[in-house]
């Protein structure tokens, strides 16, 4: 079982910067690709990224890619999404996740998931 804390969330304004972080615990993290989704307020979860095991590997949600990076650090059990160009509606919970697949596509590729930290992109 892994265990995945996100932090880094808060307010910004639009065109803005966040970078979030997730530490991870438990089950080997650098033997697991991982991910970030978000929810927005009243919708469903939406893919934003993932990376390999590795970290040689990322694909994006085409809709981010250019704004959006992800990265991980295997050293400090810690991965990291960094935004730029915020958007308001960029707006919601943001949920790293880790996944038995190489590289997962889709929400459906991950397996567990921490409890999020809020964005919020006031314009």
């Known amino acids: 079982q892994v265990q995945l804390v996100e932090s880094g969330g808060g307010l910004v304004q639009a065109g803005g910067s966040l970078r979030l972080s997730c530490a991870a615990s438990?089950?080997?993290?650098?033997?697991?690709?991982m991910g970030w989704f978000r929810r927005a307020a009243g919708s469903g979860r939406e893919f934003v990224a993932s990376i390999s095991s590795t970290g040689e590997h990322t694909y994006y949600n085409r809709f981010l890619e250019g704004r959006f990076t992800i990265s991980r650090d295997n050293a400090k059990n810690t991965m990291y999404l960094e935004m730029n160009n915020l958007k308001p509606g960029d707006t919601a919970a943001y949920h790293c996740a880790d996944s038995n697949l190489l590289l997962p596509k889709t929400i459906g590729g991950f397996e567990s998931w921490g409890q999020g930290t809020q964005v919020t992109v006031s314009s």
């Open positions: 438990g089950r080997s993290f650098s033997n697991s690709a």
